[in-house]
């Protein structure tokens, strides 16, 4: 049974592990080099159970099977009211609900933080999460194009986002 819940330190190695298998094996996440479990604890520690940025991870018994987050999109504030999503699915995961069910809890947390808008930038190509995000109501609104390099390869990235309905002004 797949279980959605706020993640805490002790889900560090296994985040660890899912972000640096994107990274080495994707182009989904722009680094280039693993991270390091510092590196993974000190990025935890921008989260916390309540408020507006949230970190939750999905677990099957003993195995993460993904993460999805709302950070903050720029540090003007300007943006106050917008976040920034992330979501990653194990590849054993994928096709299984892993990041419906994220993506559920995570709206479900943010609601009534006074939030206005979240994106989500996707690097290109990547069917399986432009259509994740549409279901969740994000709408396309432009493509960076080969913006980023990696491994020698130009990326493009496709940029949606969703009204999250708090007042404006």
């Known amino acids: 049974m797949l279980e959605v819940r706020t993640a805490v330190p002790g889900d560090a190695q296994a985040l660890l592990a ?8 994707s ?10 479990l510092e590196a993974v604890e000190r990025w935890m520690e921008g989260y916390a159970p309540a408020g507006p940025h949230r970190l939750w991870v999905a677990v099957q018994g003993d195995a993460l099977r993904g993460y999805a987050c709302s950070q903050r999109y720029r540090d003007h504030p300007a ?5 920034e999503t992330s979501i990653y699915v194990a590849p054993e ?3 299984q609900g892993v990041g419906s069910a994220l993506y559920t809890r995570l709206f479900e ?3 009534g933080q006074g939030l206005h808008t979240a994106v989500v ?3 290109l190509p990547n069917a399986a999460s432009v259509a994740l995000h549409r279901r ?11 913006y980023a390099f990696k491994s ?3 990326l493009s990235s496709l940029w949606m986002q969703r009204c999250l309905g708090a007042a404006r002004g």
């Open 27 to 36: 182009f989904a996440s722009f680094d280039e080099q693993p991270l390091s």
């Open 152 to 154: 020698g390869r130009a």
């Open 79 to 83: 943006f106050a009211r917008t976040i």
């Open 109 to 111: 947390s943010i609601q």
């Open 136 to 146: 969740f109501g994000f709408e396309e609104v432009g493509v960076f194009r080969e």
């Open 93 to 95: 995961g994928a096709g």
């Open 18 to 25: 899912l972000r640096n298998h994107y990274i080495a094996h």
């Open 121 to 123: 930038g996707i690097a």
